[in-house]
């Protein structure tokens, strides 16, 4: 329909600083069912397979478990944490452009859905919004790269995001695009994606 042909390469529960130390949940308890995002040059690899025109990154997990790093917790948006993601993330984006494509980060939603902000510390449209800033530093920063702000799209406001649009749930449990509402957002998420690979500067 849109004249693309997608390969998706999604990784459940992958965190770009998994590598770097345990990472701690919202229960406080210390997660095992993570994987480093990057781990064996996963993502080097599938561009070597795919060889793209255009790559596109998104993380979508909500920014709100603390990460272990030089001996202490430290929680997204705290300079530790942004330094060491941002490192990672600079890596991710040398391994996307290892055959030349352009790459186009996409920002990522948050959430007004209480039974998830209630369970999490306060503070999370403000960590959703700086770690999505960090997005666009990068962006800005890098030749070849472009930020698609689907994180708007969907939430005009960091703590108001819109459940219904045209009479589809956007996000049935509160954090996946499925079914109807994947193709809803792929629909404007696709073409922002190749404007941003026609001119990613």
Known sequence: ELGVSVAGA??????????????????????????????????RGLTDVYQPDVAMLLFGEFPNE????????????????????????EGAV???QSTGAPVAL?????????????RVEPGMPERVQCMNDLLADVARDR???????LAS??????DRCNEMVDGIDLRPDGLHFQGPSAA?????LIPQVLAEAANPD
């Open 184 to 188: 809803y957002i792929n629909r404007w």
């Open 66 to 89: 603390a990460v272990e790093l030089d001996g202490r917790w430290s929680m997204p948006c705290e300079p530790g944490y942004l330094a060491a993601y941002r490192t990672e993330l």
């Open 143 to 149: 030749p070849g790269v472009g930020i698609v702000d």
């Open 153 to 158: 799209y969907v939430c005009p406001e960091p």
């Open 10 to 43: 999604a990784g459940p529960g992958c965190h770009l600083l998994a590598s770097k130390g345990p990472i701690r949940g919202v229960e406080g308890d210390v997660r095992t069912d993570t994987s480093d995002c990057t781990e064996g040059e996963v993502l």
């Open 106 to 118: 996409v920002t990522a939603p948050g959430t007004n859905v209480s039974w998830i902000l209630d």
């Open 94 to 96: 040398d391994d996307l």
